[in-house]
């Protein structure tokens, strides 16, 4: 039994259907569940930091990458444990428990009700939520990135050596299960979460949204499970990495205990490492540190690219998602991306690269690695185009140190307000002032109707807007007004009764007492009926269509007329924050453009990088590739926290430009970079050893043939003397 025999372990009875291994559909199904899993929870993951734990876009932006960063770390170290210590299989399950300990954990830390004690649908200890949520995302990024490098070599595994055309299509539908269960939970979670669910309370169900996920991350563990028995499973035999990094690092301290002149020096400093390691090795890491010195520029890409999943859908809330059939949650259009991907690269494949071969022009793979920079920078000056026409649709609200009025007229006719003796400005009846008057400092306001006056000095409190409210007498109440737009695209909605009796409204604003204001009633898009009903039970019908994102006082005047067929006509709507007027499908040439320069740049860098790497040590570059995501997300971190612009079109535009600078420091070492053949170079390495072992064993054989002739006699001796020539001259 050989070494190799010894180091797999093969299942007792191995079943095929089909020509292929019976447990590559448990590993394919494996990976649709946990795609699904990941996308699904990362999808809802920003609005969750948002609108659940209410943080700021900057917070939620910054957590938001930063567990991206961490997903894309832990590779390496499932890597390591997998290759030097558990064995993928044994990897692959207990980093999967983990995993869905943290789905689990986090769909816990979004049932508000838990903390719920006033049952008024807010959490009363935050920090619980808080403390629990970040303790599932390491769980899950330990678990998603550990188990990231091992699956899909664990499936390549299950196949022999025969089966070279079976494990290609392996991986075309492993690839496509990845795609399909980033697609289906990207559409389904942001559905689950726009739902309300609770205990006390009903409130948006991102509970559902995370649970979803965790039930799917506990299929796939169980259905790996169950194939356990079918899997050729490798003992591990050390992982690669280690020994480049050992490599490298006893080279970098040879050359410096050699650092006095009078050492000679060598061609390349890698050189230093020959005193302990194999040429062959030390010449494979020298491809390698070649390629992943172009890697340096590379993480900037994935800082414009990620934020797909975090300022793009923050940008999105902001927008109309009414697309007539169907209305589009902001985290859905995150669909976009994997849809256009598989639109995509067959086109490129297809038709634009050989279109590009015939016109005869050098598109090099690091050509198209530029290019593809340049549509993601492209791609977010689109993004920053679009923001300044976001930007007038949104509310201006007050600074710090600044409040904001504005004055409702409750009375049958217009009155005069004058600001500081300013000039007269006339306010119809039953209507409101154009707009929010901003200040930062008491100021006398004196209204005027027919012949009655009334000064009053006022003050405001900073940060906060207000409506005041004049009845027939000039008489004043002040009440406090939403500061910001309502969350998730919800209308913010109340009732001003300037009639002589109460009344009752329904969905949700209740009883209205006379010359009195409801609270705020949050309400979904389309159309909105309200019942108002008097004490003696008549009532009026009144229909809104409501939009995103907007909030309105309607006011109920004096002349309202309760049995009138068209009661409804005198109610006037107050329009405090206007909806969200600018439609979402605006993002969908950002969207085409970074799509487009993923799949010019993502898969050509794969590709080029597979190319330039000596075969043993792929792994090596994944790592570095993934490590560059990890750092892209990170310089998101760091550039949004340091530039701290107060407009979010600014900082579109500071991330484009950089992806352009670093984009010309790319094709400048792109142009000085030499395309190489790894197999030609460890041919100069392993051939020497190959002729000697084949100069052995033709030493053998000739030393064989000439015993024999030896015996033959001396008819053949001028010929045994010949061979004995050849002998010494292949000796020499």
Known sequence: MTETDFDVKKPKKKVEVCGYPLSIFFIVVNEFCERFSYYGMRAVLVLYFRYFLKWDDDLATTIYHTFVALCYLTPILGAIVADSWLGKFKTI?????????????MAVSAIHDITDTDMDGTPNNMTVHVALSMVGLLLIALGTGGIKPCVAAFGGDQ????QEKQ???????????????SLLSTIITPMLRAQECGINSQQKCYPLAFGVPAALMVVALIVFIIGSGMYTKTAPKGNIMLEVCKCIGFAIKNRYK????QFP???????????KYDKLLVAQVKMVLKVLFLYIPLPMFWTLFDQQGSRWTLQ??????????LIIQPDQMQTVNPILILVLVPIMDSIIYPLIKKCHLNFTPLKRMTVGMLLAAIAFVAAALLQLQIDPTLPHLPMASQGQVKFLNLN?????VRIDGGAEHPVAAFQASNDYLT?????????????????????????????????????ITMVTDISKKPDEGMNAIRFVNGFNTTLNVTLGVGTVGPLDISNYTHIKQGGAEFRITNTLGQSCLYTKQMGFGSSFTFVIPSTFNIQSPDCWQAIQAVEDIQPNTIHMGWQIPQYFLMTSGEVVFSVTGLEFSYSQAPSNMKSVLQAGWLLTVAVGNIIVLIVAEAAQLPDQWAEYILFASLLVLVCIIFGIMSYFYTYTDPAEIEAQFTQPKYEQEKTKDSILMERKSSVKRRDTGSSQSSKGSDNNIDLKQSKM
């Open 159 to 162: 196949f022999e050596d025969h």
């Open 258 to 261: 050699h650092r006095s002149e």
């Open 439 to 475: 200040f930062d400092k008491p100021f006398t306001v004196v209204f005027n109707k027919n012949n009655m006056t009334r000064e009053v000095h006022m003050s405001l409190e900073s940060e906060t807007r207000h409506t005041t409210l004049v009845d027939q007498n000039l008489n």
């Open 265 to 275: 020096k060598r061609e390349h400093w890698m050189d230093w490492a020959d005193d």
């Open 316 to 325: 999105a809330t902001t927008m109309d998602g009414d697309f007539g059939i």
């Open 167 to 181: 494990r290609s299509a392996f991986f075309s539908i492993f690839y496509l299960s990845i795609n399909a269960g």
């Open 93 to 105: 399950v207990y980093l999967s428990i983990v995993y869905t300990v943290g789905q689990v954990v």
């Open 412 to 416: 049958n006719e217009p009155i005069n």
